[in-house]
C-alpha cells in the first residue's frame, strides 16, 4: 500500500471527526511517512507498521469519543446524557408503575376499611350505651349490652388496621422515595456505573 | 512452562478485576507506561517515539498514535513545532507535569504487580 492509498483510506474514516481534529491526525500520520522515510524504511513497511487504515481511524475515533464523554459537557453530550436518562426513566415507568400503583390501592383500601370499621364502631357502640341508658328513646337494639361490646371490638380492630396501614404507608413511602432519589442519581451521573470502561 | 503462562494469564484477569488496585485496562496501561517513561527522559517527535515503543513492546504503531492523542486530551503531554534538518518543522510532544504524576503512579502499580508475578515464578509467594 502506498502513503497516499492509505491517507486516502484513513481519511475517509475519519469524516464524523472536526474538521480540526481530522487534520491533526493526517498530519500526524503523513509525517510518520516522511519521517520513517527519511530513515530509509519503505512506505510499505509503515503502512503495515501501522495496521489497517481503518483499525487506525477507529482507535482514533475511540480516543475521541471517550475524550468528549469525559471532559467536555458539551450540548450534544449533555443531550446524549439526558436522553439515556429518559430511556431509564421510561423503562421504570412501564415495570414499576402498575406495581406501585397496585400496592397503592391495596394499601387505600386497609385504610378505607380500617377507618370505617372504627368510625362505624365506635359510633354503634355510643348508639347502644345510649339506649341502654334511654331505653326505646333513639331506637331500640335487642341486647344492647352485647352490642357494645361487639361494636367497641370492631371499632378497635379498625384502628389498629388504620393504624398499621398508616405505619405501612410511611415505610413505602420512604422506600419509593429512596428509589426515586437513586434513579436521579444515576441519571444525573453521581452514581458512575463502570466509569473505567470506555 | 505452560502452567507458568496460564498462572499469568490468570493473574493478569484477576489484576483487571481489582480495579481499585491495578489499572483496569492492563495492557493499554502497560502502553501509557511505556510512552510516559520515553517522554520523562526527552521530548520525542511522533516517529521518534512511536518507534521506540514499538521496537521494545511488541504492540502495532498504529495503536500508540491514537492512545499520544488521548493522552494530550487529558494534559498528560503537550506539543510544540520545532525546526528539524530534513524536511517540514516536527511536532514534538512533552510530559507536563500531571503526566509525571501519572507516570509515578503506573510506575508504582507496575512494580507491584512484576514483583508479585515474580514471587509466583520464583515460589517466593508464602502459601
Redesign the interface.
Given at each position: 500500500m502506498t502513503r497516499a492509498e492509505y491517507m486516502i483510506r484513513l481519511a475517509d474514516k475519519l469524516h464524523n471527526l472536526p474538521e480540526i481534529r481530522r487534520r491533526?491526525?493526517v498530519?500526524?500520520?503523513l509525517?510518520?511517512f516522511?519521517?520513517?522515510g527519511?530513515e530509509g524504511i519503505s512506505d510499505e513497511a509503515l503502512a503495515e507498521?501501522?495496521?489497517?487504515p481503518e483499525?487506525?481511524a477507529k482507535?482514533?475515533r475511540?480516543?475521541?469519543a471517550?475524550?468528549q464523554a469525559s471532559?467536555k459537557p458539551s450540548i450534544g453530550n449533555v443531550m446524549r446524557v439526558v436522553w439515556a436518562g429518559i430511556g431509564m426513566g421510561m423503562l421504570n415507568l412501564i415495570f414499576v408503575l402498575p406495581i406501585v400503583a397496585a400496592l397503592f390501592a391495596v394499601w387505600l383500601s386497609l385504610v378505607i376499611t380500617g377507618g370505617a370499621m372504627a368510625l362505624v364502631g365506635a359510633l354503634t357502640a355510643i348508639l347502644s350505651i345510649v339506649s341502654i341508658i334511654f331505653p326505646m328513646a333513639l331506637i331500640s337494639i335487642v341486647y344492647p349490652i352485647a352490642s357494645v361490646f361487639v361494636c367497641l371490638m370492631v371499632a378497635s380492630l379498625g384502628g389498629l388496621l388504620l393504624i398499621g396501614s398508616l405505619r405501612l404507608g410511611g415505610a413505602w413511602g420512604k422506600f419509593i422515595a429512596r428509589y426515586v432519589c437513586t434513579n436521579i442519581e444515576i441519571i444525573s451521573g453521581k452514581r458512575k456505573q463502570n466509569a473505567?470502561?470506555h | 512452562m505452560r502452567y507458568k503462562v496460564l498462572d499469568i494469564v490468570w493473574l493478569l484477569a484477576i489484576a483487571s478485576e481489582r480495579s481499585d488496585r491495578v489499572n483496569p485496562q492492563f495492557k493499554k496501561g502497560v502502553l501509557e507506561l511505556c510512552v510516559l517513561a520515553l517522554l520523562a527522559r526527552k521530548d520525542c517527535y511522533g516517529f521518534e517515539l512511536v518507534s521506540s515503543v514499538s521496537r521494545s513492546v511488541v504492540m502495532s504503531e498504529g495503536t500508540v498514535y491514537p492512545l499520544m492523542k488521548r493522552l494530550r486530551d487529558e494534559g498528560l503531554l503537550n506539543t510544540y513545532l520545532k525546526e528539524s534538518n530534513e524536511g517540514p518543522p516536527r511536532k514534538y510532544y512533552k510530559i507536563t507535569d500531571g503526566g509525571r504524576d501519572k507516570f509515578a503512579r503506573l510506575l508504582a502499580e507496575w512494580r507491584a504487580f512484576t514483583q508479585g508475578v515474580d514471587d509466583i515464578i520464583e515460589g517466593r509467594q508464602s502459601a
Open positions: 491533526e491526525i498530519e500526524e500520520i509525517a510518520h516522511n519521517d520513517g527519511s507498521g501501522l495496521g489497517p483499525i487506525l482507535e482514533y475511540a480516543a475521541y471517550s475524550e471532559v473505567e470502561e | -
